[in-house]
């Protein structure tokens, strides 16, 4: 017998139905110890040994292993083909060794990238032994993180009231998310105009040209900085007697598919086109590898989804390029198959990209087998590995520059049309936010599908319009999933596969808040940031981590020691930690108030000589960082004279109070319709929308802000949007029935006909539209009907009415009517009888009156007591309860016992 390990059940199911009546194959449930949460798991003094222990629920699945190990010849250790996997087979392996199990017992490890029969019986017939340098690098990972978060967050815990913990790359990513809002506090959004004018060819056909010279000089982005220079050159352009088309350039451009997915790529996508999380992704994708029952067949829809690679196995490469023929037709199938080079320097580590396990599985035929998320993933991964092999999309673009008045200016028109379509065909890569302060500079990129008419050199186009355009600048935005994710694969910081987590556990701690699908540092992952960066610097510095990455990276290329990039870590780390030691708060509180201060108080540009940090309230003390138990907050140096606070936020204009409260009501103006004022306030429930103000008895219309919107976000076309809720979306393509949208007691919801469905935070109940709410109202759980009976057992001979037997959550039961009986353990319910079922329901109508004669009687009981002693004193209520008075003193001589024997 022979005895296969895996980490999930859904894989032992799948793996299982592969091998013969000789494998015996088992899940451990993903790892089976771990470092115990408290200090000296790690001990740096004896050479970096690290203490091991079984968790609570992983002590039966070691048992389980154990036994069947037992009467076993061969253990084979079939976990994930990456670093982690090594780690639980290695775990496995360790702890059996240590229990005596393994005596005689052969130990195998295989992996495989796709859980298909064919690759699990080739990799059964190729096994290996375990992998000395991912073990080593998993160590090397597990205890850097555990001795920075089990040496650094105590320092937090004292130094920085109200912070929970700090991370080894979570404090780095938390870096990220702030510096991007601290930019985004400071920006101030410039002015600048441009110049486009509406032109008509001989054929008159009216096409765009901006303006790109005036005078002979190239015009930069700010060269027309306000309305009167733009108008100055708008009068220009307007009195200008002659337009030539001087230059018409040319060019066949070709767009060449993206390779197919790594984890990180296929997180960015998912959180572009689907809208998923990283956890979200990571958990879909993890079904889809790990297999599902199609045709009577289990078998995983895609490879192994945590990886670096972007190539994929050369049969693989030969089944997307017959797809490709097949479906789409030669002239879109390359001359040959497309080749990726993965960026990975780790080629330990890096495996296949993510890719369907069989290309011939449509996504349109696996929809009837999996769920929505698993529908929509799938369908992206498809997609983009077919794409991958297709043919590049080709592109003729267009440049014209035009002269106007002989060198007095120059208009430039721009467009391309698309001529073979290619990949995008079948694919299109989702698109990042702007990147900077200088995103909205109008470019040729914005006319890429724009289509020209026909023009040549020497035409002489009419003027039509000229239109001057105000723009300005706008603040890097704030990181999506997506972004976030990108940013730290360029910078180095962490791994692919280890993204998910970082994310969640930020969230978790309450250092960011996912607002609209961006991230928004709470005020305590600020302070954390501060001071991190302030008494720990070199350990936030992006490149500090992304260096200690790549020495991990080569550990587990077996090109460096892991106990040597420990020593060298840990020697200049806790000489760090113990410099803080004699830290007081007040020296926190004034690094703290430094790092931060330009951006809880930036000077007024329209008031530059106003002191930022002068007490609204007093007049006299100075703002500054002050911290509480439960985080910091921003007060006065006249305290406790003067109580104000703020919280711990840049203030808008007008939008702060005392005790740091935004000011409400605040009025967002009026209502188009009604005239009415509309205003934000704050009730007991929190912040709400109003619509005018009471009239007499009758209250005024009123909507909630739904959870995750802050008040600052709040327009007046958003509080019109909430206050006119519920609203009609459109009628479904069905039955015609019309879908609402609404807030209710559990929040947004989208209803059709008693149909509700919850909407998430990725959709917006204001703009959330038809196609989307017809989704949503599709994957809502159908409505609990009445239980259907397994079989009529008898008529009741009391009234002829049936007696049905079911099998509910607790077991099986028959039901007359309204009472219901639960058949006892013994039963058999093929065979139950009607005399068995009457009786059994006799007894429980017995126990139904009983039961319900024995509350009303300690109710009458209870209200004769409480008339009689009605006029006596307070003194005789007290004496006249004799039966509580007895208990009370028993209860007070025994304590008294058990203290007096405890002194001696």
């Not at 901006?210 to 015009?219: A, M, Y």
């Not at 030969?318 to 497309?338: C, F, I, S």
């Not at 250092?511 to 070199?538: M, N, T």
């Not at 039901?815 to 219901?820: A, E, N, P, S, T």
Request: net charge neutral.
């Amino acid at each position: 017998m022979k005895v296969v390990v895996v980490e999930s059940p859904a894989k032992a199911k799948t793996i299982n139905k592969y091998l013969g009546s000789d494998y015996h194959v088992l899940a451990s449930y993903g790892h089976v110890r771990d470092l115990p949460p408290k200090d000296g798991s790690v001990d740096p003094a004896e050479d970096f040994a690290m203490v091991w222990q079984v968790e609570g629920k992983s002590e039966q699945r070691i048992k389980d292993i154990q036994n069947a190990v037992k009467g076993a010849d061969t253990l084979i250790l079939a976990t994930d083909p990456d670093r982690e996997g090594e780690a639980i087979s290695w775990h496995l392996a360790e702890e059996l060794t240590r229990r005596k199990v393994l005596k005689n017992v052969a130990v195998q490890r295989v992996v495989f990238n796709e859980v298909t029969k064919s690759a699990v019986l080739d990799a059964f017939n190729s096994p290996r032994e375990l992998n000395r340098e991912l073990i080593d690098a998993y160590l090397a990972r597990r205890a850097l993180d555990y001795l920075v978060g089990f040496t650094l967050s105590p320092v937090l815990w004292r130094k920085l009231p109200g912070s929970k913990s700090a991370g080894r790359v979570q404090s780095v990513a938390l870096r990220l998310i702030c510096e991007r809002e601290a930019e985004i506090e400071v920006f101030k959004p410039r002015e600048y105009w441009s110049v486009t004018a509406k032109l008509r060819n001989e054929e008159n056909k009216v096409f765009s040209a901006r303006l790109t010279h005036l005078d002979g000089n190239k015009l930069d982005r700010f060269d027309l900085p306000d309305e009167a220079t733009t108008m100055a050159a708008v009068r220009r352009l307007e009195d200008a007697s002659s337009f030539t088309v001087q230059k018409v350039e040319r060019k066949q451009v070709r767009r060449n598919p993206h390779p197919p997915f790594t984890t990180s790529t296929l997180q960015q996508e998912a959180s572009r086109k689907l809208g998923f999380g990283a956890t979200r992704t990571m958990r879909t994708a993890q079904k889809l590898y790990e297999g599902l029952e199609i045709g009577g067949e289990t078998v995983g829809l895609i490879t192994y989804m945590r990886t670096d690679g972007v190539s994929i196995s050369a049969e693989a490469v030969a089944a997307t390029r017959d797809m490709v023929g097949e479906k789409y037709g030669q002239n879109y199938l390359p001359d040959a198959p497309r080749v990726y080079k993965s960026k990975a320097k780790n080629a330990q580590e890096a495996h296949e990209a993510v890719r369907p396990t069989d290309v011939s599985r449509h996504p349109s035929e696996m929809k009837a087998y999996l769920d929505s998320d698993g529908a929509r993933l799938y369908e992206l991964i498809w997609n983009r590995t077919v794409a991958s092999q297709m043919e590049s999309a080709r592109f003729d673009q267009v440049s014209v520059d035009i002269d106007v008045d002989v060198g007095q200016a120059t208009l430039r028109a721009t467009g391309s049309i698309l001529t073979f379509d290619g990949f995008l065909k079948l694919y299109q890569e989702g698109k990042d936010d702007q990147k900077d302060a200088n995103a909205g500079e109008q470019s040729e990129d914005d006319d890429k599908d724009r289509r020209l008419p026909k023009l040549t050199e020497g035409d002489r186009p009419t003027r039509d319009a000229i239109e001057p355009e105000q723009h300005f600048t706008q603040p890097p935005p704030r990181y999506s999933e997506a972004s976030l994710v990108k940013k730290m694969e360029e910078l180095g910081i962490g791994r692919p596969s280890t993204y998910a987590s970082i994310i969640q556990v930020l969230q978790d701690r309450n250092y960011v808040v996912l607002d609209k699908r961006r991230f928004v540092p709470e005020d305590r992952g600020r302070l954390v940031v501060a001071f991190l960066s302030s008494f720990f610097e070199r350990y936030v510095q992006y490149n500090f981590t992304a260096e200690l990455e790549e020495q991990l990276d080569d550990i587990s290329g077996g090109r460096i020691d892991w106990k040597i990039v420990l020593r060298s870590f840990w020697d200049a780390f806790n000489e760090a930690v113990g410099n803080t030691k004699d830290l007081t708060i007040t020296e926190v509180i004034d690094a703290l108030d430094e790092d931060l201060g330009p951006h809880f108080f930036p000077v007024d540009p329209k008031n530059p000589d106003k002191d930022p940090r002068l007490c609204p309230t007093c007049s006299q003390g100075r703002l500054g960082l002050r911290l509480g138990r439960n985080g910091g907050f921003i007060g006065c140096s006249n305290y406790p004279e003067c109580r104000f606070t703020r919280a711990l936020a840049v203030p808008g204009e007008g939008e702060d109070g005392e005790n740091g409260e935004a000011a409400f009501p605040r009025v967002l103006g009026k209502d188009p319709e009604t005239g009415l004022e509309v205003s934000l306030r704050k009730g007991p429930y929190g912040i709400y929308a109003q619509l005018g103000e009471p009239v007499e008895k009758e209250k005024p219309k009123r909507a909630s802000l739904p959870k995750g919107l802050p008040h600052s976000d709040v327009t007046l076309e958003v509080a019109l949007g909430l206050l006119s809720l519920p609203r009609d979306i459109g009628p479904h393509p069905e039955d015609g029935e019309m879908i609402t949208a609404g807030i209710g007691r559990f929040g947004p919801y989208v209803k059709h006909g008693k149909t509700y469905r919850s909407i998430s935070n990725d959709d917006d109940v204001l703009t959330v539209g038809l196609n989307r709410a017809v989704s949503l109202i599709a994957e809502a759980p159908a409505r609990r009907g009445a239980a259907e009976p397994l079989r009529v057992v008898g008529e009741h001979p009391d009234d002829k009415e049936p007696i049905n037997l079911f099998k509910g959550r607790y077991g099986p039961y028959v039901k007359h009517g309204k009472l219901i009986a639960s058949l006892p353990k013994t039963a058999e319910m093929e065979s139950f009888t009607l005399e068995a079922a009457v009786e059994l329901l006799k007894v429980q109508a017995e126990k139904a009156k009983t039961k319900k004669g024995g509350k009303k009687a300690p109710v009458k009981k209870a209200a004769a007591k409480k008339k009689a002693p009605a006029k006596k004193t307070a003194a005789k209520k007290t004496a006249a309860k004799k039966p509580a008075a007895k208990k009370a003193t028993t209860k007070k001589k025994a304590p008294a016992k058990t203290t007096a024997s405890s002194e001696d």
